[in-house]
């Protein structure tokens, strides 16, 4: 048991919202000096800013488009929109921030100025180590706070799922529903049309989109669409139009379709210049940003290259070892020829010295301060210290992304996105009326930050019996209470808790987790009593997966009257309401509907007559009235 004494000042009352509950008992219960019993300051829950939770349904991290594409939208419709990992990803190679891969590129594309660390909930190796020993709801706390703090902050917020990159944390769809519907965020899916076998088809598409559907559906998510990525351009609109025929429904809206862009799915330099780890050493940041159609080792002499460059239908990346200073040479000189073959980039391996210190004040000089050669684009020169074999591995193995120095692309997704995809019809649903729900995981956040926000010094009832023997034998009087009884009563831990509030020596007793509720509420209703409301009744907060009920009377009344049905219905809304559960309370007997008649079924119809009258303004029903 613990005692709570708040550092109120002398004389001062407790808030309104807490003297005019009335009497309720909870599951544990809480006695307030002001002889209202089992009350507590009112808990309101913090404010729910609108979030879309962006979710790949086969679990991969080519959702690049449909994030930077929606995030653009809002940004031209709100004031501030954040964006979110609940598990941060995997950076960029060679990465100078070490941020995830997406919240890198999201930063840089919408100019993102708050801290970093605030845009993830965990990372995938703790988050891993958690599901490994059988802690979700551990886990589901740490994204919840992190998130709930960072939402604070925006207008919205687009939530990235898990890229199913990282190791460890099983089935990622799951896990997924599973965020979404702690964060209490619509989720919109993302569905790639292109595989490793070409393009699917509109069945197929159709098929895995509503197999995702009732996943999340499981797991108490709440769906807002879904948009499918990279389809067959040639059949762009009869896929769409087969794909909404069969997925699209008043509650889940089909958001269109991106068709596949060659672009985005190329390897252009700068993320070659990223995967290799490599420097630039002349030319622009932004000459990088362009495709690579080809890479061409420089391993023959200079009349074989030329003609080989010449014969090739593409603009390669030509990978020479440092000591080629003939190759280098030859190709910025072909490059600024208008009739010379051009180059997308040359990149320097570490066999062999640099360009001595002649030659590079000579290739500086040529460049200018602009980083352009005379009359073209100068093609960029990058140096890595790696070998020649180990340059043409890392190449041969990397994969199409996009880095936020990746303009052009993140440019045509944005474009493509704003061409293809009907936001304003999510974001309908998204602004539409919701029936008021509270989470178990918003209820407790609610609770902490309320308690943390007003610290209470909080003791244990150490006996000093003498100071409230006399207080209980005044308090008893009546009933003939002897000083050796109250001495006796007094060795009952909730007894003597209960006259430390009587005497103002606490604001609030916290008891029942070892002991019997009758043995908990009986010295309260002894001693302290209830003037405005003489009936006490309890509730039990009930914490289901997706949302927390309040059932009362289960503990104290036994056989109550319509009467007293009616102001456990009231009492019960009040408490709810002071917790921040919104109530809508439902009145029950054993009938369902018309079908039954009898003592008890009247009893309830009376009651729910009698709590109108007494709250007309709540939403009240039931006993078949």
Known sequence: MLLCRSRRAAGSRLPDCVRALGSQHTGTTFVCSNRCFSQTAALQESKTVP?????????????????????DYFERHMSSVGFFQPVS????????????????????????????????????????????????????????????????????????????????????????????????????????????????????????????????????????????????????SIISQQVKSKVHTPDFAFGGALPYNPLLTTVRLNEMK????????????????????????????????????????????????????????TLLTAHSNPVGPRVAGILLTSEGSGPTQLIDRMLASAYGKHGRLEGAAGAPVMTVDKPMYRVCQILGQIQASMLPSSNLKIDHAKEAFAKYVDVNSMAERLAAPKAARLTPKAFM???????????????????????????????????????QQARDSLQDINVYGTLMVLAGDADGMVSGATSTTANTIRPALQVLKSKERPLVSSIFF?????????????????????????????????????????????????????????????????????????RPDLHLEGGCV
């Open 51 to 71: 979030g879309v939770y962006v979710a790949n349904i086969e679990g991969r991290q080519n959702s690049s488009p449909i994030l930077l594409g929606l995030t």
């Open 89 to 236: 990803g995997e950076a960029f190679p060679n990465s100078s921030s070490g941020l995830s891969r997406h919240i890198d590129l999201m930063r840089s594309a919408f100019k993102m100025k708050q801290d970093p660390s605030q845009q993830s909930g965990i990372s995938a190796k703790e988050a891993a180590k958690l599901l490994s020993v059988g802690q979700t709801d551990e886990l589901m706390d740490i994204i919840y706070n992190k998130y709930v703090e960072y939402r604070k902050q925006h207008d919205l917020v687009v939530i990235e799922g898990l890229s199913g990159r990282e190791p460890g944390l099983g089935n990622v769809n799951d896990l997924d529903a599973k965020i979404a519907a702690t964060l209490e965020t619509p989720v919109l899916l993302v569905l790639d049309s292109q595989t490793e076998q070409g393009f699917s088809s509109a069945t197929d598409l159709a098929n895995a989109v509503l197999i995702g559907k009732q996943n999340y559906s499981h797991h108490n998510a709440t769906l807002l669409g879904v948009v499918l990525n990279k389809v067959n351009p040639k059949e762009h």
């Open 274 to 329: 990223a995967a290799l780890g490599s420097k630039l050493l002349y030319g622009q940041d932004d000459s990088l940003d362009a495709e690579v159609s080809d890479v061409l080792v420089a391993s023959e002499g200079i009349n074989e290259l030329l003609n080989h460059l010449h014969s090739m239908d593409a603009r390669p990346l030509v990978i020479t070892s440092r000591d080629r200073t003939d190759v280098l040479w």
């Open 445 to 483: 956040h609610s609770i902490t930050q309320k308690c943390q926000a007003n610290p209470q010094h909080i003791v244990l009832p150490e006996k000093s019996l003498d100071k409230y023997v006399g207080i209980l034998c005044e308090a008893r009087k009546k009933k003939g209470l002897t000083e």
């Open 542 to 614: 009930m914490c289901l997966p997706d949302k927390v009920l309040v059932y009362g009377d289960c503990a104290v009344n036994v056989e109550p009257s319509a009467e007293e049905l009616a102001l456990i219905a009231v009492t019960s809304a009040e408490t709810a309401a002071a917790f921040g559960v919104t109530p809508r309370v439902a009145m029950l007997s054993y009938s369902t509907g018309v079908s039954g008649a009898g003592p008890q079924v009247e009893k309830v119809k009376k009651a729910v007559e009698t709590a109108k009258q007494l």
